[in-house]
């Protein structure tokens, strides 16, 4: 068993590693603050939950199982029973997991579970051994954190994917290659992903807010009604990225037919040029007794000039058409226009601040 | 007519195989629990329904029709009647079968009724005959036993396929070719399959457990509440395959197009090389009298050497213009980067487990 | 005026081919059965019914009118007017046609009107003319028949256009052609017409089918829910159609791709080998004066030995890069796995049988 | 200002061609039935409508602005104030464009403003001043008659839509070019546009027809209901051109593909056969010293039978891979089958007589 | 802190330039009319709107936060916090961005905030210096004032777009290239923008019209319905816009591809004519000892006519066949028909009349 425990008495002390004992009597004086936190949970973890918080079997089962269990709320009148998902983010690695944790939410206690070590979790512990500050408003006020840093954690997710959207923008344009599908296509899918992780929380989020549940009280609702806004926002702009994905999908391709006219312009130059030449020279090269060209004296240069003069023409014909451009300046005859969000700024540095008032 | 008849009386003994006459007498006398199981169900199994049990015509009728009905409850105020879907799998097939399995709910008796064997109606049998536990506790958690198993069933299709978009997304970049597209077209429809089979089941499970009907006591509601969530989890994972058959498709249709891009290189590289030379050979055998290179001692050196440098210079514009990339490293400029979810790990060991508690 | 009208008075007698005066006095009587079959109803049967069962000036204006109605209820307190629609299915025909009836439904009487002959309505009428069994239950019953029978008519052309999705799939294999991609949109079209008029019915019938309407009595209600199934049936086959021509679609598409790249490689291979070969020959084909390889005893043939050597390594470098498959077996790694519906058995055999019951 | 003006006066004489005093007097005398017709509404129509009708001033300005506005009902209790749009359509034109009345329905008066003539609203009036029928049965049936000839106007539209698509499907499988192209996509467009016409009205008619509105009397609501159909309809023609033009497109799309594959076929073939003969009379044009077969006799003739039987093997390879179809009946394997509604007939025809009932 | 105040007392006298002392005794007065509007909101902005007006903590982290956030309306009861959202135009730039504005409505204040300078701010405030007109009716009038004056300010963006879209389809047609792709996915972006800004803010206007917050009295609902109304109608042309640019799309794809076709057309035209008469060249430049027609006295003659006549039949053929259009008129075979909204004329200028009413 691998928990972490606080209990905040109604005189104010914080109380750090209880025992489990001091667990089960914090829990059945119905007083002050207690909160659990079990990480890596196992088979013996959940009964432990089942025997000292009497939690329904069914909740618990979510917690112990490795599977994904999609975002609810089950309302068992004692306790609410959450479960939600975020982001696992950590900086350098290139593939990000979702993450999902659970939380029992009493009038008197915060139970909150998950299967690996959650970062946004930790930063929440880590305020509360600062100053015990996330656990003084009450139970409503300490599972508003742990979603709220849970949720918040996807900012910097999509803040990299908003990166890579404009490298993939850059490259597409300069360098467009098969590599660079796969970046669109997977950023596509991280998109829709987040959009399947995250949509199913705002229905979440409306009931916590609108009142519904009484041990959420009113004055804590705005602050769930606040992450809810968050939700907005993120699926607003993980949105854009998938739009961005999906334009630099279509100029990818059409960059993939350009090319391919290229080249295909390329052959049909020198074909046109080579093939009509090499006939004369070819009918030249015919060994005819009687051919009065062959005896000028000048039947060779002629020939010679000929085919030059032919060659200039042919790509002088090729430049009227188009097909040629050298010496000529892309003239772009249409406005470029775009509609844009400001620019997020300085959100990593907000985050942090606004976490502390 | 092939049915078993299991009937836990009131004292809790448990009488198997049952003749009809018992069957109807234990019906009639309105207490313990009675569970029939009617397997290849016929039009006799029919008639033997309407009148021992007085089921209505049109319900029965959908029991004996061999085609698909869709999801749904019917309520009879006597009983409900159930129309549930999962998977018949059978891990070795490649073609997987959906299944229907109708179940009529009553106070002290459940009937169930399949067109053909149905493994997960096997296994709830099975653990009746070990030790009767799936009918101690009422009939609503036998009907739930029954439903849940069904729809469980459908995880290692899921399995199954989630493995083979892993085979067909390595084999698409590798060895893109028609069979593949067969591969992921049929992937992709079997997701609209499963889609459209578990899709209308949310809505009978939530009627199921939000106390609508009082066959369904509320200790069990919220177990059918756990279907629901199996449903959305197995909607959320069969809809992460379908956008990644849907990438597999673009990643197809993409190489496809590359490769005649490579093809074209080819033909336009060996034509623009080759084409003026050719040329500069047919001059040199024209048979003009008057052609002073000809007579030159080095003439002949002189147009190989022209030629080979031709070629050379040719290379290396083609190779500048990165048409040709001999001794290239090819360069990813953009960072791959993925949102996924965590990896189901030991599903049918948890399974296994899950179902014994 | 083309009418037929049947009688069934209380005591239980059919009377048949009623004049017009006979229809008055039944329906003026307010008691029995009347069922009165308006085939390509004109301006004059119009003014019948208005003068005759006083139906209000719109509804009969939807039966004269030859344009298309979208399916509807209207209740007038004494009467319900509905406006059904299905297919009027002719086995041997190419083009099938999507089919109308208006029911005026009262307490004592039917009136049924429609454009052109209906096969459902007249194998009702047959099943009159023979024991006036759909007559003996009441005007729900007997409204619910012509309902069900026109409704059930769909299935023989779903059955064809899934027969034909078959096909296609054979063809678009093994003979990828303009034709098909005909033959194809031609289906996917049918798809989307029998959906824009079936799904609209499914509103209609769940009316019927919930009580709103009184005239609908209790145990006629369950009638109406079941054919409210039967469409949820045919959506659902339907859409297995459209998504079987959407696959056809992409496979179509992706042969047309391969195949021009296979032209291309040919073409690529030909003048890939061929071009240099003829380089070579063109260069000793030049007449200059000192080319000493012309002296050598076995030059020709060396050069010949050369060209021959050329060909075979270029052939066996392009096998290595396997645009040239000679000899190859073509090895699909990835497994085929799809999920299918259970197949429709007897499906005709069963609908024939079901009616008499 | 240019107004139209008609009072029905409760004897029931009409009175034509009022001044604005006589239409002020009207209005106050809160009987009969005034009807006043603003075209071309001006800034000075707009003080009008204010001083003498008393409206309020954003209804009056939607009317006075040339903007376009959607479809709407605002409720002012005095009066309904309703927004309608529909197809000002004249036979010749190339561009056809949606038209928009505002119309005030009071008690006792209608006032209708529209920008620009509308025919359609012009045929009312034709038919006020012929025998004052639409004015006789009340301001709700007045309403109905100016939204219903507005609405059904759009049929000829419809119909000539219908045609164009016809004539597209044709030319598309025929002479597949760039032109079509536009076509196809001002059909589509086209359709958008009525689409996005027609589907808000739908909630205004529906409005109308539920007896929200005490103006509307009982026994026009049907006729209001009625208009709601016609809708219906218009948006199921609508969507049926919407997926002819969806198909024309695939049409015109695979066309193009198939076009470039023959071009490409022609050329392979030419290569394919030409290139290795091409070598052939090449290596005979060598010079060397020593080459045998130019010495014998019938060299020249073997290499002319050669040469001439390796293009009729090439010709009957190419024949056989089905590259080169002369001769070749095509063959489609594949059923062509459609699923049609019944063709509209008669329409206008019928429309001209139903409005005068 | 940069703040702009103006109060309206009792008694109509307009103060300007208020300290925050000042603001504060107004606030307090609970009569007049106040308003103040802070740009470039800091953290200072924060604290002064906390303490003064005693605003809700997540409130005013709103306004000061750089983050953009979802329209919404908030309901204090003391007063209502708004977020609205319009585009800040300027007419010169090549990116517009979208803007964001709170609003704080109380009985007797109104409170704006936005983080950077808004335009139509900027324009009430100086109809506010002018003649103090936007405030004389109240606080939901002068917060109607700002709403709308956001809103109306999207219109000359639409309307910009609106002449690019035009600029883009002509110019797809005439000069298909890369750099028009460019454009057309900014300008589809650009509509898929401004559709996710406006879209959620008919919910917030919906409300504001529909009588739910006291604060707005029912005189001034109809106004917001107004905004509402033009709401819709940018939708309306915005979506119009995403259709043309979607339009434009298919048209340049389909361009490409045809251009590709006209190039591959050309080379098979020149490989299909010159090879063959290579090859004929080719044989009578080998050397073979006894070929007769090289003795021929006008063999050479025969075979410069024979190429002439080939080359003029072949190029016969491929006009015949279409490949080849020298003198031939294009013909568009297929009616071109388009239904269209009405223009919009003379916008900005009724925009700018109607603001002073």
Redesign the interface.
């Known amino acids: 068993m691998s928990f972490k425990a606080y209990y905040l008495s109604p005189e104010g002390d914080l109380k750090r590693e209880l025992t489990a004992e001091e667990i089960k009597a914090a829990f059945e004086s119905r007083q002050g603050l207690l909160w659990v936190d079990i990480a890596e949970t196992t088979e013996e973890d959940g009964k432990f939950m089942e025997q000292t918080f009497n939690f329904?079997?069914?909740a618990v089962?979510?917690c112990v199982?490795?599977?994904?269990?999609?975002p609810?709320i089950?309302d068992f009148d004692e306790y609410l029973f959450l479960i939600v998902h975020g982001?696992n983010y950590a900086v350098e690695s290139?593939?990000?997991?979702?993450?999902?944790v659970a939380i029992f939410l009493g009038q008197h206690f915060v139970v909150s579970s998950h299967?690996?070590p959650i970062y946004s979790v930790e930063a929440v512990r880590q305020r509360v051994e600062d100053d015990s500050r996330p656990m003084r408003r009450g139970t409503d006020f300490l599972a508003h954190a742990l979603v709220d840093t849970l949720i918040d954690n996807v900012m910097p997710?999509i803040d990299?994917?908003s990166d890579?959207a404009e490298?993939?923008e850059e490259?597409v344009?300069h360098?467009p290659?098969?590599?660079?599908?796969?970046?669109i296509?997977?950023?596509?899918?991280?998109t829709?992903?987040?959009h399947?992780?995250m949509a199913?929380q705002r229905e979440v989020l409306n009931r916590l807010s609108r009142g519904e549940f009484p041990i959420i009280r009113e004055e804590a609702q705005?602050?769930y009604?606040?992450i809810y806004?968050h939700l907005?926002?993120i699926e607003?702009l993980n949105?854009?990225i998938r739009?961005?994905a999906d334009?630099a999908?279509?100029?990818?391709?059409?960059?993939?037919?350009?090319?391919?006219?290229e080249?295909?312009?390329?052959?049909?130059i020198?074909?046109?040029i080579?093939?009509?030449?090499?006939?004369v020279?070819?009918?030249?090269?015919?060994?005819?007794?009687?051919?009065p060209?062959?005896?000028?004296?000048?039947?060779?240069f002629a020939?010679?000039g000929f085919?030059g003069a032919i060659i200039i023409f042919a790509l002088w014909r090729f430049w009227a058409r188009n097909?040629v451009t050298w010496g000529r300046r892309?003239i772009?005859?249409?406005?470029?226009?775009?509609?844009?969000?400001?620019k997020?700024?300085?959100?990593i540095g907000?985050l942090a601040k606004?976490r502390d008032?």
Chains 1, 2, 3, 4, 5 share one sequence.
């Open positions: 329904h079997h069914l089962e979510d199982s490795p599977l994904i269990h999609p609810k089950d982001i290139e593939v990000v997991e979702t993450a999902e299967n690996y997710t990299k994917m890579i490298e993939i490259e344009i360098h290659q098969q590599a660079i599908l796969e970046a296509l997977k950023l596509k899918r991280s829709l992903r987040i399947r992780v199913p705005i602050f009604r606040d806004d907005v926002r607003d949105q854009t739009d961005r334009n999908l279509a100029t990818y391709l059409s960059s993939i037919a350009n090319r391919q006219n080249t295909m312009k390329v052959l049909s020198v074909a046109t080579f093939l009509p030449l090499m006939l020279a070819g009918i030249y090269g015919m060994n005819f007794k009687y051919m060209e062959l005896e000028w004296e000048w039947g060779y020939v010679l085919i097909w892309r772009i005859r249409v406005r470029l226009f775009a509609v844009e969000p400001k997020l700024v300085g959100y907000h606004r008032t």
